[in-house]
Nanobody, 124 residues
Framework: QVQLVESGGGLVQAGGSLRLSCAAS????????MGWFRQAPGKLREFVGT????????YYANSVKGRFTIFRDTAKNTVYLQMNSLKPEDTAVYYC?????????????????WGQGTQVTVSS
C-alpha cells in the first residue's frame, strides 16, 4: 500500500508558475499509474492529467494541455505537476492519486490511493 503526500501549493498571480510534488512512501511509484485531480469549491473533482506506470504515457485534460506537465523522479519516489501560465480558473485543491493499472484513467473512482490535497490559488 502506498501513502501519498502533496506539497507545493500556494498563492500565485495569473500568468505565474507553481510546481506541486507528490511524495510516495510504502511502495515504489513505478508500481502505479499516477494521476492529478483538482476540486474547486462547489464543483466536482476534475481530472488534470496522468502518467503511466512506465512513465512513457501521459495524458492531460484539454483545459491544462500545453500549460501543465507531469513528470516523476524515481530516485525520489516523487511525481510532480509543473503548472505554467496559471489562470484564476485553475484555483482549486489539487490531489495526486495512484492506481495499480499500467495506464491511469481520467475518472477519480479508478484511483485507489489519494493524498490529502494542496491548495492552489491564482489571483487575477
Amino acid at each position: 500500500q502506498v501513502q501519498l503526500v502533496e506539497s507545493g501549493g500556494g498563492l500565485v498571480q495569473a500568468g505565474g508558475s507553481l510546481r506541486l510534488s507528490c511524495a510516495a512512501s510504502g511502495r515504489t511509484l513505478s508500481s502505479y499509474a499516477m494521476g492529478w485531480f483538482r476540486q474547486a469549491p462547489g464543483k466536482l473533482r476534475e481530472f488534470v492529467g496522468t502518467i503511466s506506470r512506465s512513465g512513457g504515457t501521459l495524458y492531460y485534460a484539454n483545459s491544462v494541455k500545453g500549460r501543465f506537465t507531469i513528470f516523476r523522479d524515481t530516485a525520489k519516489n516523487t511525481v510532480y505537476l509543473q503548472m505554467n501560465s496559471l489562470k484564476p480558473e485553475d484555483t482549486a485543491v489539487y490531489y495526486c492519486a495512484a492506481e495499480t493499472s499500467s495506464v491511469g484513467g481520467s475518472t477519480w473512482f479508478e484511483y485507489e490511493y489519494w493524498g490529502q490535497g494542496t491548495q492552489v490559488t491564482v489571483s487575477s
